[in-house]
């Protein structure tokens, strides 16, 4: 009994010593006057979010004390004594006996401290969640200091980045000198104190790049701030002359924090728990025109051009020679003296000419004047350069070079230049107007009576055409929709000229346009030869014209003249995404990330057409070629021509008329002529494949096999991850591979019974549904039963066209 006794005694004391331990080792997040923090310790954030300790930087042996975020991979965001470093693994943190935060070596020497003048008798040191270092007087919970306030190359949620003149107080960023040395880099980034706040970047204090001014919501120097920045960068002022930046996060779960490396860069972090790293969402530096100045004074830099720098119009360049060098920094010149400059007042005035979408230049200044008043009184002032009138901003004038312009493809701000006023207005010679005037006397005649008898033949067409069309069996009327002229869209696309085609397909071809007013457009014109007519034209009006989504095209009107049938879309700048997976651009790769972007708005088009919108809509021809990319590479299902709209409660139909592509078909529809949403799950399961593969479907003509076919096989012998396109292919991708094949051959199962619908399959590739299924075997595995109609149908079909034929009519056997 007493051996049981004792052996009782000896759990309890080992159980206290145990909690005591375990109590005493746990996290804690402060640091009071009398504890210290050694080399194998750290303080954590109550939110477990950040942690404070002693480091080494990769391939260094020396140590910092530094704040980093609490992750697997190891990032330091602000580092005490990076001026310091510590030679041994000796060193303490605490708070000194004058109320100072301190770091001591070995010998006890102070190797860093907060220096602050005056003593705090009863502080202690608390790391916040924020990542934010306070040293709290606890007599009234006041912050006597702060890390925030000392920045180094990291900006966190409610950090200010301030540059006070007033206060003589400055906090920015300073880059570490490389990557394996936190010692103050070359490069800082602040922002400077103007009524109109830029933020820069300093190479030694000279900018290497720029913002462009703030507008009060974002900088317009960066066009796509909106949509990259969606953190909630704001600019915020105390009062005049004194700006400071901060990051306010909607969502405080997202991990997010700017960081300024080494290399001058700025970019923007957001932790992925899927790849357990850090997603860069934005950069400074993208493209070779972000660098400040890049094509010198009256230059202007656009990406997409090449050469990227072009003068201003109205200015030469100053060296020729060093500019076909490809040294653009020497800018441009004045190509004609200003009438303003001149001693005598012969001439007419000076003009503006005014430039779109611009990136504002550096060195303006703000005046508080309406839009008709700042350009007068830059008009009158010889030395006013330029004027611009941003909403939100003002009236901005510049009257120094014009300096560091970028042109973009969209967002900015227009820009008046000012220029002699021969090089607005093309003069013409005396006699060249006598010749012109006499010419057009003599054919001035017959052009009237010709375009007055056109106009009379294509309005008798027109409406004749438009009366026989308006009695559609659906009931869609065209007077409802916006109707062009023919002429206005033969004259958008320069009398449709085959350097504006887009592309071809049963319809016929597709032309880019541009209207009167600048709008740029996409204009599908009927051929007359075309195995597609009145109908599929009318059933296209019908079907899109009740449809409004991100990711489907939007029809802006029509046209029905005479014999001619034309359709009007919203133009798509990256054109068809058959082009970058196997048409004429591919050799433009496309990361893994947009390809993820491109499935799921195809995936979410087609969730809106069988769900969503007012009326169930099967298309029955998604294929590539079918899917336009806008600017951002962002997908719109297009080509309704076949789509059909169900009724009522409908889940599907039979019909003799077969339409579609081969390769994209389900056997039911293709065979059978029964279609339903599974036919178009079908097709996006095709679709799918040859996205994550690079491949057509009908590309495997030495095997007889179809992609469906060969993703199966590469399925059952546990190899899927052959199956992704070797240029996209990275590290850390193979889950997503394995995900989204084993999606692709769920669509393209032989039953229709067996595939998911398309709220499922958006489910399955957002990973909210975890586990998927196992597929079954894919329709038209191995040998093609239907090749010899489908290689005949396109040899007859497919001449001139450079996208997959589509099938009007089909005879199943």
Same mark, same amino acid.
């Given at each position: 009994?007493?051996?049981?006794?004792?052996?009782?005694?000896?759990?309890?004391?080992?159980?206290?010593?145990?909690?005591?331990?375990?109590? @005493?080792?746990?996290?804690?997040?402060?640091?009071?006057?009398?504890?210290?923090?050694?080399?194998?310790? =750290?303080?954590?954030?109550?939110?477990?979010?950040?942690?404070?300790? @002693?480091?080494?930087?990769?391939?260094?042996?020396?140590?910092?004390?530094?704040?980093?975020?609490?992750?697997?991979?190891?990032?330091?965001?602000?580092?005490?004594?990076?001026?310091?470093?510590?030679?041994?693994?000796?060193?303490?943190?605490?708070?000194?006996?004058?109320?100072?935060?301190?770091?001591?070596?070995?010998?006890?020497?102070?190797?860093?401290?907060?220096?602050?003048?005056?003593?705090?008798?009863?502080?202690?040191?608390?790391?916040?969640?924020?990542?934010?270092?306070?040293?709290?007087?606890?007599?009234?919970?006041?912050?006597?200091?702060?890390?925030?306030?000392? =920045?180094?190359?990291?900006?966190?949620?409610?950090?200010?980045?301030?540059?006070?003149?007033?206060?003589?107080?400055?906090?920015?960023?300073?880059?570490?000198?490389?990557?394996?040395?936190?010692?103050?880099?070359?490069?800082?980034?602040?922002?400077?104190?103007?009524?109109?706040?830029?933020?820069? $970047?300093?190479?030694?204090?000279?900018? +290497?790049?720029?913002?462009?001014?703030?507008?009060?919501?974002?900088?317009?120097?960066?066009?796509?701030?909106?949509?990259?920045?969606?953190?909630?960068?704001?600019?915020?002022?105390?009062?005049?002359?004194?700006?400071?930046?901060?990051?306010?996060?909607?969502?405080?779960?997202?991990?997010? *924090?700017?960081?300024?490396?080494?290399?001058?860069?700025?970019?923007?972090?957001?932790?992925?728990?899927?790849?357990?790293?850090?997603?860069?969402?934005?950069?400074?530096?993208?493209?070779?025109?972000?660098? *400040?100045? #890049?094509?010198?004074?009256?230059?202007?830099?656009?990406?997409?051009?090449?050469?990227?720098?072009?003068?201003?119009?109205?200015?030469?360049?100053?060296?020729?020679?060093?500019?076909?060098?490809?040294?653009?920094?020497?800018?441009?010149?004045?190509?004609?003296?200003?009438?303003?400059?001149?001693?005598?007042?012969?001439?007419?005035?000076?003009?503006?000419?005014?430039?779109?979408?611009?990136?504002?230049?550096?060195?303006?200044?703000?005046?508080?004047?309406?839009?008709?008043? +700042?350009?007068?009184?830059?008009?009158?002032?010889?030395?006013?350069?330029?004027?611009?009138?941003?909403?939100?901003?003002? +009236?901005?004038?510049?009257?120094?070079?014009?300096?560091?312009?970028? #042109?973009?493809? *969209?967002?900015?701000?227009?820009?008046?230049?000012?220029?002699?006023?021969?090089?607005?207005?093309?003069?013409?010679?005396?006699?060249?107007?006598? $010749?012109?005037?006499?010419?057009?006397?003599?054919?001035?005649?017959?052009?009237?009576?010709?375009?007055?008898?056109?106009?009379?033949?294509?309005?008798?067409?027109?409406?004749?055409?438009?009366?026989?069309?308006?009695?559609?069996?659906? %009931?869609?009327?065209?007077?409802?929709?916006?109707?062009?002229?023919?002429?206005?869209?033969?004259?958008?696309?320069?009398? @449709?000229?085959?350097?504006?085609?887009?592309?071809?397909?049963?319809?016929?071809?597709?032309?880019?346009?541009?209207?009167?007013?600048?709008?740029?457009?996409?204009?599908?014109?009927?051929?007359?030869?075309?195995?597609?007519?009145?109908?599929?034209?009318?059933?296209?009006?019908? $079907?899109?014209?009740?449809?409004?989504?991100?990711?489907?095209?939007?029809?802006? %009107?029509?046209?029905?003249?005479?014999?001619?049938?034309?359709?009007?879309?919203?133009?798509?700048?990256?054109?068809?995404?058959?082009?970058?997976?196997?048409?004429?651009?591919?050799?433009?790769?496309?990361?893994?990330?947009?390809?993820?972007?491109?499935?799921?708005?195809?995936?979410?088009?087609?969730?809106?057409?069988?769900?969503?919108?007012?009326?169930?809509?099967?298309?029955?021809?998604? #294929?590539?070629?079918?899917?336009?990319?806008?600017?951002?590479?962002?997908?719109?299902?297009?080509?309704?021509?076949?789509?059909?709209?169900?009724?009522? #409660?409908?889940?599907?139909?039979?019909?003799?008329?077969?339409?579609?592509?081969?390769?994209?078909?389900?056997?039911? *529809?293709?065979?059978?002529?029964?279609?339903?949403?599974?036919?178009?799950?079908?097709?996006?399961?095709?679709?799918?494949?040859?996205?994550?593969?690079?491949?057509?479907?009908?590309?495997?003509?030495?095997?007889?096999?179809?992609?469906?076919?060969?993703?199966?096989?590469?399925?059952?012998?546990?190899?899927?991850?052959?199956?992704?396109?070797?240029?996209?292919?990275?590290?850390?991708?193979?889950?997503?591979?394995?995900?989204?094949?084993?999606?692709?051959?769920? +669509?393209?199962?032989?039953?229709?019974?067996?595939?998911?619908?398309?709220?499922?399959?958006?489910?399955?590739?957002?990973?909210?549904?975890?586990?998927?299924?196992?597929?079954?075997?894919?329709?038209?595995?191995?040998?093609?039963?239907?090749?010899?109609?489908?290689?005949?149908?396109?040899?007859?079909?497919?001449?001139?066209?450079?996208?997959?034929?589509?099938?009007?009519?089909?005879?199943?056997?």
């Amino acid at each position: 009994m007493g051996i049981r006794f004792g052996y009782f005694v000896l759990t309890l004391l080992l159980l206290l010593i145990f909690t005591c331990f375990f109590t @005493f080792s746990s996290a804690i997040n402060t640091i009071k006057f009398n504890e210290s923090l050694g080399n194998a310790e =750290a303080l954590i954030s109550n939110g477990n979010r950040f942690k404070l300790c @002693f480091f080494s930087p990769p391939n260094s042996s020396r140590r910092y004390l530094g704040i980093m975020y609490n992750l697997p991979v190891m990032t330091v965001v602000w580092v005490a004594n990076r001026n310091k470093p510590l030679n041994d693994s000796s060193a303490t943190f605490q708070i000194s006996s004058d109320g100072n935060l301190v770091i001591l070596d070995g010998r006890k020497e102070i190797v860093w401290s907060t220096n602050l003048s005056s003593s705090v008798a009863n502080s202690s040191a608390v790391l916040l969640d924020t990542g934010n270092l306070v040293l709290q007087d606890n007599s009234n919970g006041a912050y006597v200091w702060e890390s925030f306030q000392h =920045a180094c190359d990291s900006w966190l949620e409610k950090m200010k980045i301030v540059p006070d003149l007033v206060r003589d107080e400055e906090n920015i960023l300073t880059s570490w000198t490389s990557p394996d040395d936190p010692a103050p880099g070359s490069f800082t980034l602040t922002i400077e104190p103007f009524d109109v706040p830029q933020s820069f $970047v300093l190479k030694d204090g000279n900018p +290497c790049w720029r913002t462009g001014p703030w507008n009060g919501q974002k900088y317009t120097g960066i066009p796509n701030m909106s949509s990259q920045y969606r953190y909630g960068l704001q600019v915020v002022s105390d009062y005049p002359g004194t700006p400071y930046q901060t990051l306010m996060l909607s969502n405080s779960s997202v991990l997010v *924090y700017v960081f300024l490396n080494s290399s001058g860069s700025v970019e923007q972090k957001v932790w992925s728990d899927e790849k357990k790293g850090w997603d860069v969402t934005w950069s400074s530096t993208s493209n070779e025109c972000d660098i *400040y100045g #890049k094509c010198g004074p009256f230059g202007s830099c656009d990406a997409q051009d090449r050469p990227i720098c072009s003068c201003l119009r109205g200015f030469v360049p100053r060296s020729k020679n060093e500019w076909e060098t490809g040294n653009w920094t020497s800018g441009c010149t004045r190509k004609t003296r200003l009438q303003c400059e001149q001693n005598n007042f012969v001439g007419n005035q000076d003009e503006f000419l005014k430039v779109e979408r611009l990136k504002l230049p550096d060195h303006f200044r703000l005046f508080r004047l309406s839009e008709e008043e +700042c350009k007068d009184t830059c008009l009158i002032d010889c030395s006013c350069m330029a004027y611009a009138y941003p909403p939100g901003i003002g +009236c901005l004038q510049w009257n120094r070079n014009l300096t560091d312009t970028q #042109k973009f493809t *969209y967002g900015g701000d227009d820009l008046h230049i000012r220029l002699a006023h021969s090089e607005l207005e093309k003069k013409q010679y005396q006699i060249a107007i006598i $010749v012109t005037a006499v010419a057009l006397g003599f054919i001035f005649v017959a052009i009237c009576a010709y375009f007055l008898l056109e106009y009379l033949l294509s309005y008798r067409g027109y409406t004749e055409e438009k009366s026989k069309l308006n009695h559609d069996k659906h %009931g869609v009327k065209l007077e409802e929709l916006p109707t062009f002229r023919f002429m206005i869209l033969s004259n958008a696309t320069e009398k @449709f000229n085959p350097s504006n085609k887009l592309g071809q397909g049963g319809f016929g071809l597709v032309y880019k346009g541009r209207l009167p007013n600048g709008v740029e457009i996409a204009v599908k014109r009927l051929a007359r030869s075309s195995n597609q007519g009145v109908e599929e034209f009318m059933n296209e009006v019908e $079907v899109i014209s009740r449809l409004q989504h991100r990711n489907l095209v939007r029809l802006l %009107g029509c046209c029905v003249e005479s014999e001619e049938k034309l359709l009007v879309y919203e133009y798509m700048p990256n054109g068809s995404l058959d082009a970058y997976l196997f048409g004429s651009h591919i050799n433009k790769i496309l990361s893994w990330k947009i390809h993820k972007v491109i499935i799921e708005g195809i995936c979410r088009g087609l969730l809106y057409l069988h769900r969503d919108s007012r009326v169930k809509i099967i298309h029955r021809d998604l #294929k590539a070629s079918n899917i336009l990319l806008d600017e951002a590479f962002h997908p719109k299902i297009s080509d309704f021509g076949m789509a059909r709209i169900f009724g009522g #409660k409908d889940g599907e139909a039979n019909t003799t008329r077969v339409v579609g592509t081969f390769g994209y078909m389900p056997p039911e *529809y293709a065979l059978r002529g029964i279609f339903s949403e599974k036919s178009d799950v079908y097709s996006f399961g095709v679709l799918l494949l040859e996205i994550v593969s690079g491949k057509k479907n009908s590309s495997f003509d030495d095997q007889q096999l179809f992609l469906t076919a060969h993703a199966w096989k590469l399925w059952n012998e546990g190899r899927i991850v052959n199956l992704m396109d070797a240029d996209i292919c990275d590290s850390g991708m193979e889950d997503d591979i394995v995900r989204y094949a084993n999606v692709g051959l769920l +669509c393209v199962q032989e039953m229709a019974a067996d595939r998911p619908n398309m709220s499922t399959v958006l489910s399955m590739l957002s990973s909210e549904i975890a586990e998927l299924p196992r597929p079954n075997q894919p329709a038209f595995n191995g040998m093609r039963s239907s090749q010899s109609i489908e290689s005949s149908t396109k040899r007859s079909s497919s001449k001139g066209s450079v996208n997959d034929v589509s099938i009007s009519i089909v005879e199943g056997r």
